[in-house]
């Protein structure tokens, strides 16, 4: 039984039953490299895009992410949209997903989908039902973390619980829960075993990222 963190902060959470993909981790294990939308400065876009793409081509590189665009932060929107599409282009040379970061900014991101081959994962999926439905039905695949164990949420779990098996990932972000906690409720959530769970994204893994499992 293997547990997918398809998006962690946290390098420390390793171990031999947990892949996880390190957010700009170490280059030892699976990690995920990309510009943040947070962290974007005008001066040093060009120098941040070589670097990222140096990252690209490691063979750990699992993903390009997290990035995407974010309405309720500082940076410049103009900013925001070119490292956005510049890193989307980017990746298409070397075929990985992504994993987007989008906050109040689905219509913007959902449009630059028409640019991009790859698989899209948005994690630390928040949105409504409908909201998942639309992305799911164009392939998209949503990640859910440890918001769903707040059971003052219960929105969001209801979305999860109606969300797409083959369309979803789990995630630990930035929180201290250990994903296995999160499989347990997302098993519990939908109604399945938890075996039946971590083979369906097992699956959905195989199909994003292809066979760096090995
Ligand atoms: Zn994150």
Not at 69 to 74: A, P
Not at 98 to 109: D, G, S, T
Request: glycine share 6%; aromatic share 8%.
């Amino acid at each position: 039984m293997t547990y997918i963190d398809v998006h962690s902060h946290s390098a420390a959470a390793q171990n031999t039953d947990t892949v996880t993909v390190v957010n700009n981790g170490p280059a030892s294990g699976l990690f995920s490299a990309g510009l943040h939308p947070w962290h974007l400065s005008p001066e040093n876009l060009e120098d941040s895009l070589t670097a990222l793409e140096k990252r690209l081509q490691s063979s750990s590189c699992a993903a390009l992410g997290e990035t995407g665009l974010d309405k309720i932060c500082g940076t410049l929107w103009p900013l925001q949209q070119e490292a956005f599409l510049r890193q989307i282009k980017l990746v298409e040379i070397y075929s990985k997903p992504i994993i987007i970061h989008c906050v109040k900014a689905y219509q913007e991101i959902i449009a630059a989908k028409n640019e991009s081959s790859v698989p899209w994962i948005f994690h630390g999926f928040r949105g409504s039902a409908e909201m998942a439905e639309s992305l799911t039905k164009k392939g998209i695949y949503i990640s859910f973390g440890a918001a769903l164990l707040d059971l003052e949420n219960g929105n969001l779990r209801e979305v999860f619980r109606a969300a797409a098996l083959n369309h979803i990932f789990l995630e630990t972000d930035e929180s201290s829960f250990p994903i296995v906690d999160i499989y347990h409720e997302a098993a519990n959530l939908k109604g399945i075993s938890i075996d039946e769970l971590t083979d369906a994204i097992k699956n959905n893994f195989i199909k994003v990222f292809g066979d760096i499992l090995k």
